[in-house]
């Protein structure tokens, strides 16, 4: 795979047109149900596919949302079904197969309904062993790549070195973990996702806290590799040249900035920022990259993965090479904002691959693949209620839209809630944007904040003047209130 060059229109015409014949074959007057994290997810695709209808059910619900709605798109959610903003996470989608309405739109459509799950869950397994075509690999596939206790065998198979660690029970040495991989020590719970489960420990009663604050009795321990981290993602298909990986250019992760932390893990994720992010790795770095994503791909594929999946991985400034972190075998949290970054410059975005994936009863012909990986600029900030550690309320308004800074004031320019058209010097704040009155718990995210530049100054562990800024005059106007 090349990690230079430019498509020719032509390839890019053939190429989509192959994915969208594949994708219509399969998905001809269905109704396609996602099940989202976030109700942005499905926006970066939904209005290119040849589905009878799309139907979003979402853990978040928010004022965008209303956007969504007016263009004729259904969407149900789970926070107005329980009254409140829980801290959703990845694992919450599988709270949706619960909700009556979702139960009902299932009853009704019968095999015409394609359930499309940003992470599969057990209600949606449940639903496929009832006949209901899910767009996604089997639940406990995913669970096996989702484990972090996993992860070494996992690289083992794909001969990708990995981070010095072990698995650790209860009985553990702590000096000998010390002596072993210095401090602090980076502590991981099986399962966790956006930095949830991650931790930094310096002493034993730190270590203990962990396993009885979680309840478990192993715990992944590893050596604190210094540099900055990054999220990739690609799509495992199956070809006429047996099992490929598409895959797409990594961008920072967003990780440990105080503005937008939550106070309950210094770990948590708080966003990404493509720009930059293709060219910091070097030539040799961008061949170690291809070089990690390729083998991964091809050991995911044949245990029988198929379909999209992210990693997490630092790049060590003193060793100058990637160390693969986790597996994210699932939708990612900047899924929908690489698709459309990806659009930007006229690929074809990593959900069309997904869909391929999903939708395929043969080979793909592997001369429609990309060969080329090409950096985007564009960056997106999560922010989350970190000013109260019990429930708030918000009590400003922040009308969904895109903003521009003018005089230390945020300017509605336009209100919309996708950022296909967005411009230098514009702010899109979207998903799940929350109205007054909205109840929120301890941590859970108020809203994403996207733009096509840099968000990070140039040591990447800051926001740059002009995110900061944007930041404080958001948290000044939704104003939350202690309840």
């Not at 059910?57 to 209303?66: Q, T």
């Not at 006949?131 to 484990?147: K, T």
């Not at 994503?293 to 630092?314: H, N, P, Q, S, Y």
């Not at 929120?440 to 002009?466: F, H, P, R």
Request: charged share 25%.
């Amino acid at each position: 795979m090349r990690i230079h060059g430019n498509l020719s229109r032509q390839n890019l015409s053939s190429r989509r047109e192959i994915v969208n014949r594949f994708i219509r074959k399969r998905t001809r007057g269905k109704t396609l149900l996602h099940w989202a994290l976030r109700g942005i997810d499905v926006v970066a695709f939904s209005r290119r596919l040849p589905f009878a209808d799309i139907l979003v059910a979402s853990c978040d619900e928010g004022s965008d949302l209303d956007l969504l709605r007016r263009e004729g798109t259904t969407v149900h959610t789970l926070e107005k079904a329980v009254g409140y903003r829980a801290k959703w996470g990845s694992d919450d989608v599988g709270r949706i197969g619960d909700m009556g309405i979702v139960q009902e739109i299932i009853r009704r459509s019968g095999k015409r309904v394609i359930i499309l799950p940003f992470k599969n869950c057990e209600s949606a397994e449940i639903l496929r062993e009832q006949g209901v075509e899910v767009f996604a690999p089997r639940y406990e596939l995913m669970q096996y790549f989702d484990s972090k206790l996993n992860l070494p065998e996992i690289l083992k198979a794909a001969s990708i070195t990995r981070i010095p660690g072990e698995v650790i029970q209860r009985d553990f040495n702590f000096e000998e973990l010390e002596h072993k991989y210095g401090l602090p020590l980076v502590v991981q719970v099986d399962f966790g996702s956006g930095g949830n489960g991650t931790y930094f420990v310096k002493t034993r009663k730190e270590l203990m806290e962990i396993f009885e604050k979680k309840g478990v009795d192993k715990l992944k321990v590893s050596k604190c590799i210094t540099g900055p981290s990054f999220n990739a993602q690609a799509v495992v298909l199956e070809t006429d040249e047996g099992i490929k990986t598409v895959m797409t250019a990594p961008s920072f992760q967003i990780i440990g900035i105080p503005e937008i932390s939550t106070k309950d893990s210094p770990a948590c994720y708080g966003g990404n920022e493509y720009t930059g992010a293709w060219d910091f790795l070097g030539d040799n770095g961008k061949r170690e990259y291809v070089k990690i994503m390729t083998a991964l791909g091809k050991v995911m594929g044949e245990k029988g993965w198929r379909g999209i999946f992210g990693i997490d991985f630092i790049f060590s400034t003193e060793e100058q090479r990637i160390y693969v972190v986790e597996i994210n075998p699932r939708m990612n949290a900047s899924t929908s904002f690489l698709h459309s970054l990806q659009e930007r410059i006229g690929e074809l975005g990593i959900m069309n691959w997904h869909l391929l994936a999903m939708a395929l009863d043969r080979p793909v012909p592997r001369m429609y693949l990309p060969t080329d990986i090409r950096g985007y600029d564009g960056s997106h900030l999560k922010l989350a209620n970190n000013e109260f550690s019990e429930r708030c309320v918000i009590s400003g308004c922040i009308r969904p839209g895109v903003y521009a800074l003018s005089n230390d004031l945020l300017v509605l320019r336009s209100e919309q809630y996708w950022s296909n058209t967005l411009v230098g010097g514009e702010h899109l704040i979207t998903c799940g944007v929350p109205a007054v009155g909205t109840i929120l718990e301890s941590n859970a995210t108020l809203l994403k904040v996207y733009s096509v530049e840099s968000v990070l100054d140039e040591t990447k562990k800051a926001l740059n003047e002009t995110a900061a800024r944007v930041v404080r005059k958001i948290h000044q106007m939704l104003n939350l209130r202690e309840m």
